[in-house]
């Protein structure tokens, strides 16, 4: 896959905990110019969105809700979500209640991703935190953003250990679409994941796996 084809795949991620204003300006100027989505801290999306570099580009603004354990009130994820979108926001991904998935709370952990669901008119990815479950757990959280209606599901936050896995990828993708997010940091690294099924990647490495890339 080249450059081109690859780029729009690509959701060009900063989410550390020290991240400024002017880093979220860093992601948005690259995804601009190689034409990759930007994913930014929800604290920023109401100045992202009326930043030039967005406005005079077609690129794709990607927010987190309950980030990054899930551990939020139900209401509150809702919330977070709508802020987000009518900040701005195309797209939200938010991390499922990991410890409600292993304690098989299945109704609690559907009714919190559907409440987003409802809540906005945008595409939701969940985030399942693959590392963190066993194969039966992962099969379970799948179902739960299924029968939640989300759109996407996303390997991982990147906040763990580890991170996402062409296996992983590859069970998820019976499913539902997948992002596959964490410890992506070269061409042939996202090349793999994309091969195994993902539709999208998640990685702060966005400029480096494009130049990594072919260019035809």
Same mark, same amino acid.
């Given at each position: @896959? =080249? $450059?081109?084809?690859?780029?729009?795949?690509? &959701?060009?991620?900063?989410?550390?905990?020290?991240?400024?204003? #002017? +880093? !979220?300006?860093?992601?948005?100027?690259?995804?601009?110019?190689?034409? @990759? =989505? $930007?994913?930014?801290?929800?604290?920023?999306? &109401?100045?992202?969105?009326?930043?030039?570099?967005?406005?005079? #580009? +077609? !690129?794709?603004?990607?927010?987190?809700?309950?980030?990054?354990?899930?551990?939020? $009130?139900?209401?509150?994820?809702?919330?977070?979500?709508?802020?987000?979108?009518?900040?701005?926001?195309?797209?939200? +991904?938010?991390?499922?209640?990991?410890?409600?998935?292993?304690?098989?709370?299945?109704?609690?952990?559907?009714?919190?991703?559907?409440?987003?669901?409802?809540?906005?008119?945008?595409?939701?990815?969940?985030?399942?935190?693959?590392?963190?479950?066993?194969?039966?757990?992962?099969?379970?959280?799948?179902?739960?953003?299924?029968?939640?209606?989300?759109?996407?599901?996303?390997?991982?936050?990147?906040?763990?250990?580890?991170?996402?896995?062409?296996?992983?990828?590859?069970?998820?993708?019976?499913?539902?679409?997948?992002?596959?997010?964490?410890?992506?940091?070269?061409?042939?690294?996202?090349?793999?994941?994309?091969?195994?099924?993902?539709?999208?990647?998640?990685?702060?490495?966005?400029?480096?796996?494009?130049?990594?890339?072919?260019?035809?």
């Amino acid at each position: @896959m =080249n $450059a081109t084809d690859l780029a729009p795949r690509i &959701d060009h991620t900063i989410l550390g905990p020290t991240t400024t204003m #002017s +880093d !979220v300006v860093d992601i948005l100027e690259e995804a601009a110019t190689h034409g @990759m =989505n $930007a994913c930014i801290p929800p604290c920023y999306v &109401d100045a992202a969105s009326d930043n030039d570099l967005l406005r005079d #580009s +077609d !690129v794709t603004l990607v927010t987190v809700i309950g980030f990054p354990h899930g551990q939020h $009130a139900s209401i509150a994820k809702r919330q977070e979500a709508v802020a987000a979108w009518q900040a701005g926001a195309d797209e939200v +991904d938010i991390v499922l209640n990991i410890g409600r998935i292993k304690s098989g709370a299945i109704e609690s952990s559907t009714h919190d991703i559907a409440e987003v669901v409802a809540a906005v008119p945008i595409p939701v990815k969940v985030i399942i935190e693959t590392t963190l479950l066993s194969t039966d757990e992962k099969h379970r959280a799948c179902q739960i953003a299924v029968d939640a209606d989300a759109d996407f599901l996303k390997t991982s936050t990147g906040f763990t250990d580890g991170g996402a896995t062409t296996t992983d990828v590859g069970l998820l993708s019976d499913y539902l679409p997948v992002k596959a997010s964490g410890g992506i940091g070269s061409y042939e690294t996202a090349r793999s994941m994309l091969d195994a099924g993902a539709e999208r990647i998640g990685a702060s490495a966005g400029v480096k796996i494009l130049d990594e890339a072919p260019e035809n």
